[in-house]
């Protein structure tokens, strides 16, 4: 038997306080209720890539809502995937010592304690879907909200193709230093009906630490990579963010669809408004920590890659090596 991992005290770790601080173990189950939601939005419109359409605006507003309800189940049922197959596809291997690389044991119980939170938001993410389906009568559509998964595994594996392991613990790594900030765009918004912004404020006091859990694990594995595989695992990297952030195409024109829109109208809305991902602005804005995350472990020393990251619209983060971590989580 081991004893690796009795005599050496670490380091203070960012779910330390996991039995005390997780959703999973301390949080309450939300529930809608209609009757006190009414006069707000399922979604931000301004985050509903679509909304703006000029086809969309000419829908009349009961389309418009149920629109705007689908764009919430497609979020919560992609979370769902993502969660279930690529974070956790990642902390198992971390957790179970799979990975292939010498990682620090205190990892492991941690990248469990991951594993128990993202079934868990998963599992809410679920119920949320169902319960505003049921109140609202606007039923889930029976799509495949799983896609960008294939797709993420698709680039990661090209970039990787030796590699294996290294892409899942990369997509993980790019997924879960993006979400916190995809996650706090919502529960400071009023206009939101209010259980939406609960879970996801909850997902993302979670995701804060996280975070920090995945920040700490590529520095980890950076220094376990070869010259050559680093530059593979970073010329991946734009890729892996873009397609993280872009939405699913089907789902849209589906919901499109059921909104009264013609199939060749939906296809287009949908290409124009969602194919080529977020606008460089947003998605400069929401991949913040993890150009940082890459800044600090030197990704952009790497000769050609601030000018490959710059080439798919991505900068290198205001690097400022310091600040990695995110900061606001904490503090509730
Ligand atoms: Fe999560
Ligand atoms: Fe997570």
Known sequence: MST???????????????????????????????????????????????????????????????????????????????????????????????????????????????YCDEGYHALYSLDLADQIAAATGIAIPDEDYGGFVDRLRTSARRA????????????????????????????????????????????????????????????????????????KAAKALPELIRTALTWDLAPVRTSLRLAGLDADTARRVADDCCAAGPDLRRLNDTARSTLRLCAAVGVFDLPGMREHFAAHGLGDGDADPAATEPVEQETQ
């Open 160 to 231: 990787l193709p030796d590699a294996p392991a290294l892409a899942a613990l990369l997509q993980a790594v790019v997924f879960e230093t993006l979400i916190t900030a995809v996650l706090n765009e919502v529960p400071g918004d009023p206009s939101v009906v209010g259980v939406v912004r609960d879970l996801l404020r909850d997902h993302a006091r979670d995701e804060g630490r996280h975070h920090r859990f995945f920040s700490a694990l590529f520095r980890e594995l950076w220094t376990h990579l070869s010259a050559a595989d680093r530059v």
């Open 4 to 114: 690796h991992h009795t005599a050496r005290p670490h380091p203070p770790g960012p779910l330390d306080r996991w039995y005390e601080q997780a959703g999973v173990r301390t949080g309450v189950r939300r529930m809608f209720h209609e009757e006190t939601e009414r006069g707000r939005v399922f979604f931000p419109a301004g985050l509903v890539p679509y909304a703006g359409h000029e086809a969309v605006r000419r829908l009349p507003p009961e389309r418009v809502r149920e629109l705007t309800v689908r764009h919430l189940y497609q979020f919560l049922l992609s979370t769902t995937h993502l969660e279930t197959r690529v974070v956790n596809t990642a902390a198992e291997a971390v957790a179970n010592a799979r990975t292939g690389l010498d990682l620090p044991p205190a990892l492991r119980p941690d990248a469990f304690k991951v």
